[in-house]
Structure formats: structure tokens, C-alpha cells
């Protein structure tokens, strides 16, 4: 195991979170203005359909971001986050290596263990795993991943998969590898990403901005003794928090911190005092937030980034 990358830039980053349920012209627009206003990163997640609303219109994430790598220049483009069901980890390796690639050194991979509540799996006649092999198959899933991006040649014994002198050729643009993102928030999947992540991704689903804090709070505190159980240093494991508002739903789409200027502002301060370094924003569905969201992007964003909050 070569372990994770130690980062040389811990600066003060936002993405982008974007679903990939519409048109690819649309997408494609949409994705290449998040890169014309500024902002570091662009995800978007992953599945066989929309699993909330099956019957809309989904792309597949991995031919997406191939695409999307053609058609930037700069911003930097991830999976938040692949779910490990739908692919062996060393197909799943030699994809992420092929992006790499295309986007000349421009991916980072996000794994989890995706959800048992979505249709996939009766869809397309996939076992679909209980929780406790889930993340049992991620820790194994993770490792696979670091080793064929790292090592020309890989062999790997497990439980779960077997990989038999896998040959990865060629090496990948970035130095060791294409940075490792782990999306965790229980206990078990803290600990594989303090065991093996390079960046770690959070959620949360709390009705409310302050118990959503709160549970921020309690996971970083748990993954920074996670880390210091393993020997590591806190530090060398750069935060990223996806915000996530529950209400937007029943709302009909409208994100709640894009409603108020000083809002977006304090709700970042209080995350990045909790260490996290990079904030994802997911793009506005409604047209009428648009021009707030461009706002933020053009003129918040950088003042927040000189100002050093975080």
C-alpha cells in the first residue's frame, strides 16, 4: 500500500455538484460556465438512472466527464462519488486512469458504497449488498484503486476481489496518482477514509443548517483521532463538505443559501472553522436563483478566498 498523498496545496476551494439529468448540450453549457465563473472543482454523481425519479433523463458519469474534459480547459472534474456496486474496482481504475489522461491531469476519484434504496440493482439484475458488506468491500475496493493507479503491476488477494499481475500502462499524469476521495459518514467508513483517502467528502441530511454543523463537528473529530490512531497526521487529510439543503425539495428546488448573500457567507465561515477546505455548491435547479448563484461565484467567492477564511 503506498498510502495516501500528502497534499502540497491546502487552499480554500469550491465546486460545483451538478446531476447529469439533462440534455448533454445543457450540461455541457452549464458545466463549462461553472468553469468560466471560477470555481476549482465540478462533480457530479453517479448512477444508472435518477434514483429518486427514474424515468428522467440520466448520463453515465464516467463518459460525462470524458466528454466534459474536451470541452474545458482548467477546472478540475470528479465523481461525487462513484458507487462501488456498479464496477470492478480495476475497470473502475483503468477508467479513472483514461481520464487522467484526457483531461491532462484533472480527475479526482470519489468512491462510496453507494445506496441499497436505489433501483439499479433490480433494474439490471446487480446483487445489491447489505450495508455491513458494503463497506467491508470499499476498504478492499479503496486499497485496489491506490495500487493499480500507483504501480505499474498489481496483485491483490482478497475476500472480494482478486487481482492477478493487472498491468497499467501508462502511468498516470498526476504525481503519484489522481488523488482518492472517500465519502463517509458513519463510524466504519471514517475509518477507511482516515486508513486510506486523500480527501474527504461529508454530507448531511439534518433538517437544519445548525444540526448539520453539529454533525460535521462530531465526524471531524472522530476522523482526526481516526488519523491519529493510524500514525497520521490530521492535516495530511484535506476536508471537502457538500451542501446539502433538505428543505430544497418541498421548496420545489430552491436551495436555501442561495436566497440570502450574508447567509451562503456565514454558513461557509462556520464550515470552514471546522477545517474544511473546500465547499461544494450544488448548482441552482431553479432559473431565478441563477443570478445569485453567478454572484456569489464572481464576487463572494473571492473576497471569502483572499480573506483566508478556513
Not at 31 to 36: G, S, T, Y
Not at 95 to 102: G, K, N, R, S, V
Request: with cysteine; charged share 25%; hydrophobic share 40%.
Amino acid at each position: 500500500m503506498e498510502g495516501p498523498c500528502e497534499s502540497d496545496d491546502q487552499e480554500f476551494k469550491f465546486s460545483s455538484n451538478y446531476p447529469a439529468s439533462v440534455t448533454w448540450d445543457e450540461v455541457s453549457a452549464r458545466f463549462k460556465r461553472v468553469e468560466d465563473l471560477g470555481f476549482d472543482m465540478v462533480t457530479t454523481g453517479d448512477h444508472f438512472v435518477d434514483w429518486s425519479e427514474p424515468s428522467r433523463p440520466w448520463l453515465e458519469v464516467w463518459t460525462l466527464l470524458a466528454a466534459v474534459a474536451r470541452e474545458t480547459s482548467r477546472i478540475r472534474l470528479a465523481t461525487y462519488v462513484t458507487q462501488i456496486p456498479l464496477r470492478n474496482p480495476a475497470m473502475l481504475a483503468r477508467q479513472a486512469l483514461t481520464l487522467d489522461h484526457i483531461s491532462g491531469g484533472r480527475l479526482e476519484v470519489g468512491l462510496g458504497t453507494g445506496l441499497r434504496i436505489d433501483p439499479v440493482y433490480e433494474m439490471i439484475g446487480i446483487p445489491n449488498w447489505d450495508n455491513p458488506e458494503r463497506v467491508a468491500r470499499l476498504g478492499k475496493y479503496v486499497r485496489i484503486v491506490d495500487l493499480l493507479l500507483s504501480n505499474e503491476v498489481t496483485s491483490f488477494q482478497g475476500e472480494y476481489y482478486q487481482i492477478n499481475g493487472a498491468v497499467m500502462n501508462p502511468r498516470p499524469i498526476q504525481s503519484p496518482r489522481p488523488p482518492i476521495v472517500v465519502a463517509a459518514l458513519g463510524p466504519k467508513m471514517l475509518d477507511i477514509t482516515a486508513r486510506h483517502a486523500d480527501k474527504w467528502n461529508t454530507i448531511s441530511f439534518a433538517e437544519t443548517f445548525d444540526a448539520q454543523l453539529a454533525e460535521a463537528v462530531e465526524r471531524t473529530r472522530r476522523v482526526d483521532g481516526l488519523c491519529q490512531t493510524q500514525d497520521r497526521d490530521p492535516a495530511t487529510l484535506e476536508r471537502t463538505y457538500l451542501m446539502f439543503d433538505m428543505a430544497s425539495r418541498s421548496a420545489g428546488g430552491r436551495i436555501g443559501y442561495y436566497e440570502s448573500e450574508n447567509l451562503f457567507v456565514d454558513q461557509v465561515s462556520r464550515l470552514t472553522e471546522q477545517g474544511f477546505t473546500e465547499i461544494g455548491l450544488y448548482y441552482p435547479v431553479l432559473a431565478e436563483q441563477e443570478s445569485t448563484f453567478e454572484r456569489i461565484a464572481t464576487d463572494i467567492i473571492p473576497e471569502l478566498k483572499r480573506n483566508h477564511i478556513g
